[in-house]
């Protein structure tokens, strides 16, 4: 996996630095409700000694955690702060806020991918080539 694809905690403190988050994806990710497009699920960072019991509140929350592995090594994905990656996988609609909430209190998990309220405008390259602004408030899930 790439670098971006370790960085959870780091991608959450540029964002909430930043003075306007923008994001900036392919028609992939565009959807009205979080889940309707992207299928990979939320990466949390997990601290590794808290990785069994996270999983667990994980699916009292109504998720389904998966740990990411690693394609060249052998074992889990590694952040670059020495904790795991879980890929929280979910069906339907959530009350997102109430759930990063959850998650942020639950001991072991180091942050969300979660981005809720941080985007100001979103910008989706389309297949076509043209390009979707979405601006908020009608933002969700970033």
């Not at 923008?22 to 939320?42: C, F, H, N, P, T």
């Not at 009292?60 to 090594?73: C, D, H, Q, T, Y």
């Not at 100001?120 to 969700?140: C, H, I, N, Q």
Request: charge should be positive; charged fraction near 25%; aromatic fraction near 10%.
């Amino acid at each position: 996996k790439q670098w971006y694809q370790r960085r959870v905690r780091e991608e959450k403190i540029v964002a909430a630095a930043a003075k306007k988050m923008v994001v900036i994806a392919d028609y992939r990710k565009k959807s009205q409700q979080l889940g309707e497009q992207w299928k990979k699920g939320i990466p949390i960072e997990v601290v590794p000694m808290a990785y069994v019991p996270v999983m667990n509140k994980l699916r009292e929350f109504g998720l389904e955690p998966v740990l990411r592995l690693a394609e060249s090594k052998a074992g889990p994905v590694v952040s670059d702060n020495g904790n795991f990656i879980v890929d929280a996988m979910f069906s339907g609609v959530h009350n997102w806020d109430a759930l990063e909430t959850k998650m942020c209190r639950t001991p072991g998990i180091v942050e969300t991918g979660l981005f809720i309220d941080y985007a100001k405008v979103a910008y989706f390259g389309m297949e076509d080539g043209s390009v979707s602004v979405v601006r908020k408030p009608t933002l969700t899930g970033f």
